[in-house]
Structure formats: structure tokens, C-alpha cells
């Protein structure tokens, strides 16, 4: 590209560029970003949204698990915390829940106490996230709750085994055996899969995997957030570091997780980085992000390939919301507006 | 909200927060972003476009016009540049361009050589950027001239008047001019308005102006990365500051060019922000920005706030880009993709 056009159409779009550089910072190509203090954000924010923003970096995010047990025992510890809450999230979902196995895989079924009659023979298949180590048993389940709660679908929520017990690939094999199982009795077209993170990562390579089966792909999918490149490719995962106060860093407890969990696999198989899948022939794709999202790229690059695979593709980014922080509680304004914008996306796309 | 609250979902998210806090930066509130190195993003982005991307800061991101005819000659400097460009442009789209008025308003009217059947009876109406100051003349007509060789359109460019010639409503009344004229002789739902920064907030203050006085709204609309909000609101404007190689800073040259065009009316007012204006009943409309841009979060606030006001809205977030640079060069392969995604929301919105 010459010179000339940079400054010409630079120039069109907004200010002209000199064609001469003029300062010692004038050298296209890395870019020296300043130390800085970020507001609490407030406009066409929720009060309630506001706090989760406003929260301190969290204080975990540098853990370096090597290897599966040591996970484990962290997981263990935060699902301690998070099992006692879901009674009453249940009751404020009007949900019931129930253990069971789905194709030789460990599920929580989970069942509105009203589903509408365009819903009856419909199917959300949920893959939970934590970086492929954390939400071991029902401490999983939370979103997939939210998401039968809020769009009174039943949903099976999968509690895919996890290191030590196992690694990759046996998540997204548990994931898939329980759609091969679910296909059964219920079509293809009238399933979705969705999840966040790792589960964002999960509903696409569920995908992926379902087709190298041999298997139909489903109505719709709803990956949120997902970590669809865990090569730390991706311009957020530098420009919304220490800006996202969840995740942080590129190489924090995620990434050393999911190297865990990969065991030594090619980090860049579509299976692992499904940035890199073929995306010809998914079905249509809601995908939810937030402006301080350490993911925001890795959510609007999956995006882009499935627009570029000529694939129905919607994205929702939330105001100042980093990592996942769209469905941290049912209570938020945003959790809600999140979830009813994917089940009107399902309603639109599955079958009846 | 309640602490336990906080330290219960976000565990169920991601990770744990402390119930109590264990370090002197562990406080809720605003957030201290450390300076950093940007590399240059390549995945999924184009050579050409990365071109972009590398490039410094923009060198005139500071210029603070205090007055109409300071702006005017700044204009007059960079029109210089953008204008001999235009014809290799015209010839490469295919089009043909004249000059004209419409409802007393001065306009290009740009006609591809080969207009297919289904948009024979449809018009666009373009509003340039340039901070409501910038590109007077032919200078305000490339991204006219690309949406009507990309999408095969009929378009009517508005030449709107800027400072010193006149200030505040005179763009968008001019435009409003000329969509009235056009009411004359295709009808509204086979019209519509696009633009990029002020243009594309003036694509939204064309419809509530165009409501208020009794027009009906046209069949869509396509504001990228609108100045939606003048009023230094919005979490990018903090996050991407020094990021934007463009814009770069809420306190730059857009800022002030405004505050000029304003000329002391209330910059909240939805006619200079429409982000505060009511979106019941707006039109499809189809946004679009990119992850470095420092009006991401005043792109995503107007998505939001369209879908709130159950408008059908998508978006489309390039990745590493910055202001409004999915527009700078019709031979960068992502410019030619985000006018096609433009193309294609206007073919299924618009009537025939």
C-alpha cells in the first residue's frame, strides 16, 4: 500500500495523516499506551452492573496451576462457594433440577415449572465455563438455570469431566455424546448449545466436533464470551489487560488452566482455539461480549469468521462489562437483557 | 446489592472475589490501568488494514479551533488532500457523481453505472463526518462514492453547511431538506440514511428530526460509530484513549470542532447526542465500529439502547480498529466487507 493512500483516505475518513512523520513516536507499528485511570462507568448502566464494574482486580487471577489436581483443589473450594446460592436462584427462576447421565455423561436436567407450548419440544444443550477446570458438579449450572429460568426452555446442563479425572478432549466429547443422546428424541434444528468462556469455547467446538461425527448440526448456538483462541492471539487480550477485572491478564489462572487441561495438545487444533474451525455450515450464532472484556476480540473475531462463512451471526457487546460479568447474577438488569435477547435469537431459529 | 452477592456469581462466572479485601488496590472504584505496549494485531485482519492499525497516533489529534473559520481552514488544508483522490475512486466503484441541490440544500448525487431491478426505486442518503466542521464539498463524498459502487445504490450525498457558514441544527436540518425532498417521489421505506462519526450521528438525528416534524422514519439506517454522545461520555473514551490512533483522545480535535458547531447550545441535546434520544419506533438499523475505536463504547450504547427500545439493531465490531477506519480505502478487503454487510442489512430492510 503506498504512502500516498494512507494519507488520501485517512484524510476522508476523519484527519489527514502527514506524509512525513514528525516525531519520535511517529513510527507506525507498536503503540506506546500511557498509564491511566479508568472511571466507574454509569451511562445506560444498571446500578446493580455498576458494582460488578467497579470491583477490585480479582485478587486470584495470577494462580498457576500445573497441574490437574492442583486445579481441582482450587475449583473444589470456589464451588464450596457457589453450590449454597443455588436453591434460591432456582426459586427465583421457577426451576427444578435433577442429577442424571446422557449417553455415559453426567447432566443436571434442569426443568421450568412452566414451558410455553412453542418450547415443549425444544432442547438447550449448556456447557459451563472455567477454563476447562473450574465448576466441577452443580456448581456448573448456574447460567444454564438463568437460561431455562429467563426463556423457559429445558435445558441439559453438562458436567463434562474435567483434569485430574480427565483431559482434553473430553469435554467437548461429553458435550457431544449428550447431544448425539439428546438427538433421539429430539431433532436437530430444535436444539441449541450455549455457554460461557470455556463454554463459549465448548458450544463451537461442540460444532465441530458433531460434524467430524457425522452428526447434524444444531438450530442454533449462543456462544458467549468464548475463549476461541488460547494461543494469546487477540488484540483485547493486550488492550484490556488489567482493564478486565476478571480475567486480567493473558496469562493468568485461564491460560494456565487450559494448558492443563490440553495436556501437551497443538494449543491452535480448532478443538481447543476454534477461531481457527471452518465455520461454513454453522447453524445461526448469538454471541454477547462486554467493552472491558479481556475476550473482546477473540467474541468479534468469531463473529467476523462466521459473517465470512456467510453464517447468520449477531453480536451484543454490554458497556464497560469485562469478562462473563453478563451473567454474574439473575438479579442484574443487564443478566436478563442478556439472556432475553438469546432466547428471542432461539426462539427465531430453533424448531417447534 | 449485598457482598455475598458479588463473591457468589462472580465465582459462578469465573472466579472467586473475596468477601474481604487483601491489598491497597482491592477497593471498588476506578480502575488504575498501567501504560502498556500494543503489538500490531494481525490474526484475522488484513495487510492492508493492519497498514492502518500500525499507524501513529494521529499528529493532529490535539488542534483545538476556537472559532467557525478556524475549523474552515483546517477543512480547507485537508479537502485539498482528500479531492484530487476522488476520480480513481469514482472510476474503481463504477460511478458517476453531480452536483446539485435538493430542498434547497446542496448535495452530490452519485449513480453507479449499473443499478440492478430491486434498486431501481430505492435512495440512500449519505451524511458525511468530520466533526460537523470537516469535508466540506466533493471532500465529503468518498464514503458516498463506496456504498454506491459496493451496494449498487443511488445516492444523494448532503453537502450540509458548517461553520462559519452556519452552526447548530444546519446539518442536520439540511439533511432532514433533502430526505424531505426525496419523500416527493420514492417512498420512506425504500429510503435510507448512512454515515460515519458525525455522519453517523447525524443519521440518527435525521430520524428523531425527521419525527418531530411529522416525517415518517425511512426503512433503515446504518450509523458507523456514530459521535452519539458529545458530552465526554462513555468508558471508551477512557479505555481507548491513546489506543485510537485517530480520534486518540476525548479532549482532541472532534471535541472542539463540536463545541464550535454547537456554538453554546446544550451538547446533551439528542440533535448533537442522540444517544439520550427516545428510540421507540427508529428503523432497522445496522452499526458498526471496531475494538480499538474510541467511540466503541458510544456505538455499543446506541445498539443497546435500540434493542431496549426493541428496535432490530446489529452490530458489527471490527477487530483492531479504530475510529472509523473500516472506511478509509475501498481496496482494504474489510472496507469492502463492511459495506457489504451495509448492502446486504439494506436489501432485506428496504423496500423495493
Not at 496469562?251 to 480448532?270: E, I, N, Q, R, S
Amino acid at each position: 500500500m503506498k504512502r500516498n493512500m494512507l494519507s488520501l483516505f485517512a484524510a476522508a475518513a476523519m484527519a489527514a495523516l502527514p506524509a512525513a512523520a514528525h516525531a519520535a513516536d511517529a513510527t507506525p507499528g507498536p503503540l506506546d499506551e500511557p498509564a491511566k485511570v479508568l472511571p466507574v462507568p454509569t451511562a445506560d448502566i444498571s446500578p446493580e452492573m455498576q458494582k460488578f464494574i467497579a470491583a477490585p482486580l480479582n485478587p486470584d487471577w495470577n494462580e498457576q496451576w500445573k497441574t490437574g489436581a492442583e486445579a481441582r483443589a482450587y475449583a473444589e473450594r470456589q464451588a464450596a462457594k457457589v453450590v449454597p446460592g443455588i436453591p434460591a436462584l432456582m426459586q427465583r427462576m421457577h426451576v427444578k433440577m435433577e442429577a442424571a447421565t446422557m449417553g455415559g455423561a453426567r447432566v443436571y436436567v434442569i426443568t421450568p415449572d412452566e414451558i410455553p407450548p412453542e418450547n415443549q419440544n425444544r432442547l438447550l444443550i449448556h456447557v459451563h465455563g472455567g477454563c476447562y477446570v473450574l465448576f466441577p458438579g452443580e456448581a456448573g449450572t448456574p447460567e444454564a438455570i438463568m437460561m431455562a429460568g429467563f426463556g423457559h426452555y429445558k435445558v441439559v446442563a453438562v458436567d463434562y469431566r474435567m483434569p485430574p479425572e480427565a483431559y482434553f478432549p473430553a469435554a467437548v466429547d461429553d458435550a457431544v455424546a449428550v447431544y448425539k443422546a439428546a438427538l433421539e428424541h429430539t431433532p436437530a434444528k430444535n436444539i441449541a448449545f450455549f455457554g460461557t468462556s470455556a463454554g463459549g469455547a465448548l458450544a463451537l467446538e461442540m460444532v465441530l466436533r458433531a460434524r467430524e461425527k457425522g452428526l447434524p448440526v444444531p438450530g442454533a448456538i449462543a456462544p458467549g464470551t468464548p475463549m476461541s483462541d488460547v494461543t494469546k492471539t487477540g488484540d483485547s487480550f493486550y488492550t484490556n489487560e488489567k482493564v478486565d477485572n476478571i480475567l486480567v491478564s493473558r496469562d493468568g489462572f485461564c491460560d494456565a488452566a487450559t494448558v492443563v487441561y490440553a495436556k501437551g495438545h497443538d494449543l491452535k487444533d480448532p478443538l481447543l482455539s476454534p477461531v481457527y474451525g471452518d465455520m461454513h455450515g454453522f447453524p445461526p450464532a448469538i454471541l454477547t461480549t462486554g467493552t472491558r472484556d479481556l475476550l473482546l476480540s477473540n467474541t468479534v473475531r468469531v463473529h467476523r469468521n462466521l459473517r465470512r462463512a456467510g453464517v447468520e451471526a449477531q453480536l451484543q457487546v454490554f458497556e464497560g462489562e469485562s469478562h462473563a460479568q453478563y451473567q454474574f447474577d439473575d438479579r442484574v438488569p443487564e443478566t436478563k437483557e442478556a439472556f432475553g435477547e438469546i432466547a428471542m435469537f432461539f426462539d427465531k431459529h430453533l424448531g417447534k
